[in-house]
């Protein structure tokens, strides 16, 4: 359980992945999403069971009152910690985000979302991972989220089109 | 605790709102959002400590597999939770979003996302409330998530522009 | 998934478990759980995908102020929640708590706690469930909190001493 | 927000407490305590935003494969989270868990239970933390449970008898 303690994106003594072209294999899957490239999210880091994911601010993502979407939040959080676990799973699998609980401790304004997740415990079937949301403004990082999530691993499934099952999309297998 | 066991939308024995224009107040903010309409989102009902969300299906909320986005499904069950805790508030208050966990179990599938929200326990500082997200498909309504969601009412501020505070927003006072 | 709506132990409409003789396994595995007879808990009611546990007062299950402890009231509300989850799993099944979110609502004061929990949505491997658990004051229930829970369901792996794995315990399979 | 981002119990950086006598305050609430005391649990490290508690083996808080009970895993995560929040509130005020979301990654076996519990985000009201349960197997930490934790001060309202309201009670003022 070493990777517990692991702040975000530190390589040293992270799991190894059990598929070596993880970090192609997610930035495969983050580029069919529609989803992240509609919101206009970048996936600009990725380590074994560490994602990081950029949003830049437009008025797409915003609402009244200038600030970053709570929806929009949450949505990156899902998809950072989700691709996290994503990267430790098998090649041929399929993942599915079985939930999460996030508390959204400040409201995000700035000129960016940054979105770090990171794997708690990988696991065969269940994964368990956290998110943490920032806000940044004049390049000053503000926590605006906090996100606990379990995902589900679905072996055979490769995430791929036409049959893939993405992050972002849910099941009850 | 009356409420604690009422089906959605019921409002025999439902709490009394303190505010009598409750229905005019949260269809009043939800005119405000502009993330609902963006969404294309209606209010369809509500009722003292309920609500109902409807949303249409349409390429913008959807991913690559052509069903409701996951991030969608969260954000309009956040808002219908979140107007059903906004209901029973004062009419000088306004609500933000303190934390929330959310089940996806079942793939988002259908010509519209059906959203009901309901008070379990309010209170003068904090409120919960619980949610229900169906898919309504050929008019069949397939349940894809459930929500528990923590709300805090800000007394005095008024959920009007331009200094309001509103649901989708997230602070920590 | 017409039970998501049910109230709490009402049968009619509800799922027909997959294994006939579930009240019997359901009261003997909870039985032989030490933890529950040591807190002096009850199962009161069963149904198919509902159960309900009560629990006297007495003052091993007391904080100082002569109220219920917060970690009686979440063993009792998983307990409840995974036994529903656990009545409609196949015979030759054992269940394991995955997660679980609690919000405690009001102090739980008085003679006896009650949990019922419920089955939202069964799978062949997730469940996701809900609790209430009520404080009993001179015979008025009192909400105390709300959990909402996934469950995991270990095929093949009946819960029996010495191999069994049952509620309370946890994994990651 | 730096402290979003330290280790447990790593002083450097962190908060600063608007109590400096924090330490006695949190000792002396957990002193009071008798759900912990009669736990067997112990309070082992106080930091400003970071608590430590550990609890050894002993029948009463194991299952009946002589693993430590689900509910007590929850019990001293709460509590470690609980006073990493509590630590940084007022000398006047007193502390109640709103909610937390927990995450049972491994079966808890061992000799000891450590909890770890951090502030991710203080606040005037609401204070959002964090926490890990290991369980020392040979004095080798296993990570067995992850908590989300919201919790609210109640100003005026010192944690002390009579009158106090402790960690492990709940409301919802």
Redesign the interface.
């Known amino acids: 359980?070493r990777n517990?303690?692991l702040?975000?994106l530190e390589t040293n003594g992270a799991p190894v992945p059990s598929d070596p072209d993880f970090a192609a294999r997610v930035s495969g899957s983050f580029a069919?999403?529609?989803?992240m490239s509609?919101l206009g999210a970048r996936l600009t880091k990725v380590a074994p069971g560490a994602v990081e994911i950029r949003l830049p601010y437009r008025s797409?993502v915003?609402?009244?009152?200038g600030?970053f979407?709570?929806?929009?939040?949450?949505?990156i959080g899902?998809s950072a910690a989700g691709y996290a676990g994503y990267s430790l799973m098998p090649a041929d699998a399929s993942v599915?985000?079985?939930?999460?609980?996030?508390?959204?401790?400040?409201?995000?304004k700035g000129q960016e979302l940054v979105a770090r997740g990171r794997v708690?415990?990988p696991?065969?079937?269940?994964t368990?991972t956290?998110a943490?949301i920032?806000a940044v403004e004049q390049g000053r990082?503000?926590?605006?989220?906090?996100?606990?999530q379990?995902l589900?691993c679905l072996p055979g499934r490769a995430d791929g089109?036409?049959s893939g099952?993405?992050?972002?999309?849910?099941?009850?297998?």
Chains 1, 2, 3, 4 share one sequence.
Do not use: W
């Open positions: 359980m517990a303690r702040p975000p069919r999403q529609g989803a509609h797409e915003a609402q009244q009152h600030f979407h709570g929806g929009v939040v949450a949505t899902d599915l985000t079985v939930e999460y609980k996030i508390n959204l401790v400040a409201p995000a708690v415990k696991g065969r079937t269940l368990v956290v943490e920032f990082e503000t926590l605006c989220a906090v996100m606990q379990t589900i089109p036409p099952q993405v992050i972002g999309e849910s099941g009850n297998p």
